[in-house]
């Protein structure tokens, strides 16, 4: 199969990349890559074999099988020239809400000519947990409450926080903001501009995404921006049908390979940097509010939450093949 990967400039395409080197899909996918005219004429060593990174302006996507839109704001030329026909997966929001089926690895099985948009890593690792313990957990109302990285606006938001890190160690005034205000040792409460609804389009994401997951659960996200370049925290709140034993819980989480389980408290984010699980810490029944748990899961934002993510929704694919 031709896959065509889009965005090699990326940020997800240095996990994918890594995951894919010496990865049983290989064997059965010819890799094609295209980038803008700043990251192409380069080659990348994938797999044993020097590929060349080709202008993505040149990119016949009629030969194309797969399609990986791996770069946020793509135009709207290049999205109409990428839907020819080919399976298409958007990693990140450039296809209309209405165009695209969601994609989430462990539940969906992917169809050859569809469109697929990738869930985002907040909601994956929501789901992978849920998943997890839904023997005997029944969500009734669940809240989500995400602190973003740098590395949720991709590789131009890493660079701005150490240019603005930089800039304040050394002194200086950080002029070069890439936000409306400073990402370096500040936390924003609104990195994304907000709707009608006083909510960012990466908040009504993930809600709708777990609309549809959990479609008997009531669900309200929250997010806020913290000066880290990778990692991704979530403190989850679940409000359930029944009281809970941590013990049972943690039993089930142990047996999911996706998830890791944490008694320590010097669990972190750090921890979990180039990593393809979510850790799992601080599960606890709540003792204020009946039938109430509580957790805090941790991940790496592209390693965990769209790189792995995507080759699991691949294999999906190339196997009906």
């Known amino acids: 199969m031709k896959l065509f990967f889009v965005g090699v400039s990326s940020l997800v395409a240095d996990q994918f990349f890594e995951l ?29 074999h020097s590929t060349l990174v080709r202008p993505v302006e040149q990119a016949p996507f009629t030969e194309a099988s797969i399609v990986i839109l791996a770069q946020p704001d793509v135009s709207a030329d290049l999205l109409e020239r990428a839907s020819s026909g080919a399976t298409l997966i958007d990693l990140y929001s450039n296809l209309s809400p209405e165009s695209f089926q969601l994609a989430v690895a462990g539940r969906d099985c992917l169809e050859s000519g569809e469109w697929y948009q990738l869930a985002e890593p907040v909601l994956v690792a929501v789901y992978k947990f849920c998943h997890a313990i839904e023997a005997k957990v029944e969500p009734l109302r669940m809240h989500i409450a995400a602190t ?89 709140m679940l409000e359930t049908q029944a009281d809970q034993a941590v013990p049972e819980l943690v039993a089930l989480i142990d047996r999911d390979n996706a998830l890791r389980f944490s008694h320590s408290p010097n669990a972190s984010t750090q921890s979990m940097i180039g990593q393809t699980e979510c850790l799992v810490s601080r599960l606890r029944v709540d003792a204020r509010v009946d039938q109430t748990i509580q957790t805090t899961l941790m991940f790496d934002e592209n390693r965990f939450g769209r790189a792995s993510a995507l080759l699991e929704l691949l294999g999906t694919l190339v196997t009906k093949h």
């Open 20 to 48: 894919y080197e010496d990865h049983p899909l290989a064997s059965e996918i010819e890799l094609s890559l295209w980038d803008d005219e700043n990251g192409a004429g380069r080659s990348l060593m994938i797999n044993g």
């Open 148 to 236: 973003l990285p740098a590395s949720v606006h991709d590789r131009k938001g890493a660079e701005a926080l150490a240019r603005e890190t930089a800039a304040l160690l050394n002194g200086r005034e950080a002029t070069e903001q890439f936000l409306d205000a400073t990402l370096a040792f500040n936390a924003l409460a609104q990195p994304f501009v907000l709707d009608d609804n006083e909510e960012s389009g990466l908040e009504r994401r993930i809600a709708d995404g777990a609309d549809e997951l959990f479609e008997d659960a009531e669900v309200t996200v929250s997010t806020v921006q913290v000066p880290m370049f990778h990692g991704t925290s979530v403190m989850l």
